[in-house]
């Protein structure tokens, strides 16, 4: 059984189609990436599966760990595993990152029925993760995103991902905005998350990520719909040659089977 | 329907009348000349200007009919003492002293002085006025400006009690003294007229807590308090407002701070009660080189109407004062914040900074800001700006995709921007009465404001 399976997903925001009958299926152990031309869905797919209520679902069906997760609430889907790190992340003014990370958790813990966790014990295993990402303790006080650089919040969704340790990690976008140094150590931390019963889900509109988090396949999302996978390689092929061939024949493509 | 409230208006000014002159009968063979003057004055103002009206600027926003038309009479006689156990939830842990008063009347049954320092004296008005007063001359109704505010001269009327505060020079008071104003529960509307007075030394520092609760459910009560603070040279000072009463009481209160040279006074008001509140603060920075901090926070669900008023008078040069009130209204509640900044002609170097920001939950729920800025020095900095909107979507989907559930995070959003105010709050007993308090209410306001999305 995969651990993600999207059979002909349609989803519109206010009357607009964007997601036009996706199909993908992921597996344990597994790192995909999507790619895509702006404005082609690839957000929206993010977001949709992340349980943004934004989104209508007019078509198709998503399971996650063989549940239904189109009937889940963002927080439930959280709670089974689920785990997206935002294009945009939000500031939170008044809530400390420390205290915040501690509430995801503990949530997934009562979920999950397992133990809560204290300050005491949680903030050393916090400590250990920032070290990972090479992010300084003044971060623990300071509030939610709020007066963060663009690489700071980056990395601050990565200490996030590494804190509440997801089955599925999708990263909406991470490298975007990110220089050459600030993007190795986010690679750097997604590529220390690989772990055999873990997923992870790379969208992206450009091939230089993938030079650094290496993805066992790839998917070309156009207008809606995939419209090509295939391995690595693929990647390179885009880089290229952009999406130019592609779009002009999803106009009159049939969806993907 | 106008006769009848005008009949009903009528009443309620007669029963004041009835009131004042019980009051002259009762308390001519005791009380000093100068007090006597001062509660003559008070209603003879009362009586030419009755209570404002929306058409009077400073009274806009709120509308007193349910004031003016209750006709409300003086607990005299009658008072149901609660007990122990009825004040208990109400007591702040920590506090140096605790002074009790029911239906505007001290009892020392329910009340402790802890051990003060040396000097400090903490008690009743009506017994220092009784024993010593000539410390209280020099001082009661000095500060107040009868004149422009109805609710001041009807309160001077009717002074006899409240709270007598006296720190001396260089005395350091570390834990807050506490005072509990609990209006009790009567049959017929009634009304107290609390008059408190602070006088802090040269270089002294102390918190101080006034605190307004109810107790049993009864039937409209009008609580119209005046605290006058003179804060000395130097002096630190933090005076804590907290507005706590039911659904059914008015309260109108006025903080009257008189600042001296250097002196630093932080007003911190938390209004989470109340049918009708008006929130009167009223600094003026005599001394040269004055600080004064104007922080607050009002919460409104229901219908409540909670009315901020700040008037903010720069006197002399190199003086600053800040003001930060943050609003959260669900419901049909409706919020004000009137903030207003006079800067004397003299007052140069004067740094006025206002901040006015209102989170509003429902579609119902209305907030009036509105700064006032008069200035006539012309080496000046004063700065002000207000904002209004709702939980963002965006900070809402972002909390819930981390595995917090809904209510969590809208609790978590609110006492956020809530915890803006509380941070302003000196760490310490007052500070942690007030947060626990706001966690308390933000929570109802949570879950309701929820249920309400869901149409539930």
Not at chain 2, 93 to 116: P, Q
Not at chain 2, 431 to 449: K, P, W
């Amino acid at each position: 059984m995969s651990l993600l399976e999207i059979k002909n997903l349609h989803a519109t925001v206010d009357g607009h189609e964007i997601l036009k009958g996706v199909n993908l299926s992921l597996d344990q152990g597994e790192v995909h990436s999507i790619m895509g031309p702006n404005g082609s869905g690839k957000s929206t797919l993010a977001q949709v599966l992340a349980r943004r209520e934004t989104y209508e679902i007019t078509a198709g069906e998503v399971l996650f760990n063989g549940k239904d997760l189109l009937a889940m609430k963002p927080e439930e889907a959280a709670c089974e595993g689920l785990f997206l790190a935002f294009q945009y992340p939000v500031e939170i003014p008044g809530i400390s990152n420390a205290y915040f990370l501690r509430s995801a958790l503990n949530a997934i813990h009562k979920y999950r029925g397992e133990e809560e966790m204290d300050a005491m014990d949680f903030l050393p295993k916090l400590r250990e993760k920032m070290k990972l990402l090479d992010m300084d303790e003044k971060y623990l006080n300071r509030s939610v995103n709020e007066a963060f650089s663009g690489g700071e919040k980056k990395r601050n969704e990565i200490l996030q991902m590494a804190v509440l340790e997801p089955k599925l990690a999708i990263l909406d976008e991470t490298d975007s905005g990110l220089d050459i140094d600030a993007l190795k150590i986010v690679a750097q931390g997604v590529n220390a998350m690989r772990h055999p019963e873990r997923a992870i889900l790379v969208v992206t509109h450009y091939q230089r990520l993938l030079n650094y988090i290496v993805p066992d396949r790839v998917h070309v999302l156009v207008d809606g719909r995939i419209v090509r996978s295939g391995g690595p390689e693929l990647a390179l092929q885009l880089e290229d040659k952009g999406y130019v061939g592609y779009e002009s024949s999803a106009r009159g493509a049939s969806p993907a089977a | 329907m106008r006769e009848a409230n005008l009949a009903t208006a009528t009443q309620a000014l007669r029963n004041y009348e009835e009131s004042f002159s019980g009051l002259e009968t009762s308390a001519a063979s005791h009380e000093p000349s100068w007090l006597r003057k001062l509660r003559q004055d008070g209603f003879a103002r009362f009586g030419e200007t009755g209570f404002p009206t929306v058409r009077d600027e400073d009274w806009r926003f709120t509308n007193l009919s349910a004031i003016a038309q209750t006709p409300f009479r003086l607990v005299r006689n009658g008072h149901r003492v609660p007990s122990l156990a009825d004040v208990a939830p109400h007591r702040l842990a920590g506090a140096a002293c605790e002074l009790v008063f029911v239906d505007g009347r001290f009892m020392e049954a329910l009340s402790s002085v802890g051990k003060l320092p040396e000097g400090v004296n903490v008690g009743s008005l009506a017994a220092e006025i009784a024993t010593n007063p000539g410390v209280i001359e020099p001082h009661l109704g000095r500060y107040l400006n009868i004149q422009r505010d109805a609710f001041a001269a009807l309160n001077s009327a009717f002074v006899e009690d409240g709270a007598f505060i006296h720190v001396p020079r260089s005395v350091v008071l570390e834990s807050p003294i506490h005072l509990l104003f609990i209006a009790t529960a009567h049959e017929t509307p009634t009304v107290s007229h609390p008059r408190n007075l602070i006088v802090a030394g040269e270089n002294s520092q102390a918190t101080i807590v006034e605190n307004y609760v109810s107790l049993g459910s009864g039937e409209k009560a009008l609580c119209n308090t005046v605290t006058e603070l003179v804060a000395g040279d130097h002096s630190v000072i933090s005076h804590y407002m907290i507005e706590r009463e039911d659904e059914k009481a008015f309260n109108v209160s006025t903080l009257r701070i008189q600042q001296g040279r250097a002196a630093d006074v932080a007003s911190h008001s938390v209004l989470v009660g109340g049918a009708l509140v008006r929130n009167n603060v009223h600094p003026v920075l005599a001394g040269e080189g004055g600080e004064c901090l104007i922080n607050g926070l009002f919460v409104g669900r229901n219908r409540q109407h909670l009315d901020n008023y700040m008037l903010v008078e720069h006197a002399s040069p190199h003086c600053g004062s800040r003001q930060f009130y943050n609003g959260i209204l669900d419901g049909h509640a409706h919020g004000v914040f009137h903030g207003r900044i006079i800067v004397h002609k003299d007052a140069q170097k004067t740094d006025a900074k206002q901040t006015n920001r209102n989170l509003l939950l429902s579609d119902t729920a209305q907030i009036d800001t509105k700064p006032q800025l008069e200035i006539y020095a012309d080496d000046v900095k004063c700065t002000h700006g207000a904002t209004i909107g709702q939980i963002e979507e965006n900070s809402l989907f972002y909390l819930r995709s981390r595995g917090i559930d809904e209510a969590s995070a809208r609790r978590l959003l609110l006492f956020a921007f809530a915890s803006e105010c509380l941070d302003r709050m000196k760490a310490g007993p007052a500070r942690t009465y007030v947060e626990n308090l706001i966690h308390q209410n933000l929570g109802h306001i949570a879950d309701a404001s929820r249920h309400q999305e869901q149409g539930l």
